[in-house]
């Protein structure tokens, strides 16, 4: 089951004081204005939990699916090639929900020295392209699927690497993997 956030019981929690407070000035003054804003209030209210609900499902089907396919990745023989979006603060307490984490998965033949120059390091279109030809699968994930990677080559940006040494959190990724380093510190 998905957990919700923070901004979804805020939510919740307003409208359920507003929901009650509108009930209480109806019963209290006995206006109908507040019957009608009490009934508007809480069709807000049921919609905001059936709207995050699907939404939550969606999306747990969506990671499901998505660490399904990089576990049938992992099973084969590869090369992975890890980017990370996030800033160092998140590096420090990775978030379980935020996809800060592109991960491409290669063939083991792929030209080492290409990838390391691979992404912001200029590479030239022609060698991109050689670069593709030897890609698997590609796709951005949150903190928990890089517990995933067990045994592979791993090639990390330097900053993440040297900001991910000191999280216990990403010892698993550190320890358990060859780790190529790319790019400046």
């Known amino acids: 089951m998905k ?14 004081v507003l929901v009650l407070g509108m009930l209480g000035l109806w019963l209290w003054l006995k206006q109908d204005v507040f019957l009608y804003l009490m009934i508007a209030l809480f069709v807000v209210y049921v919609i905001h939990m059936a709207y995050n609900m699907v939404h939550g499902r969606r999306q747990e089907k969506r990671e499901q699916t998505t660490e399904d396919l990089l576990r049938a990745e992992f099973k084969r023989e590869c090369v992975v090639y890890l980017t990370y979006f996030g800033g160092e603060k998140h590096v420090k307490k990775p ?28 590479l030239p279109e022609a060698e991109e392209k050689k670069l593709a030809l030897m890609k698997r699968y590609e796709t951005k994930i949150a903190y928990p699927a890089l517990s995933l990677i067990e045994g592979k080559t791993v090639y990390l940006p330097a900053g993440f690497c040297e900001a991910a040494k000191s999280v216990p959190a990403f010892d698993g990724l550190l320890n358990k993997n060859d780790i190529v380093i790319y790019g400046e510190t």
């Open 3 to 16: 957990k919700f956030g923070a901004p979804f019981y805020i939510i919740l929690f307003a409208l359920t």
């Open 95 to 122: 978030s379980a929900h935020k996809r800060e984490y592109l991960i491409e998965v290669y063939a083991p033949a792929v030209d080492k020295a290409l990838l390391k120059r691979h992404l912001w390091f200029g």
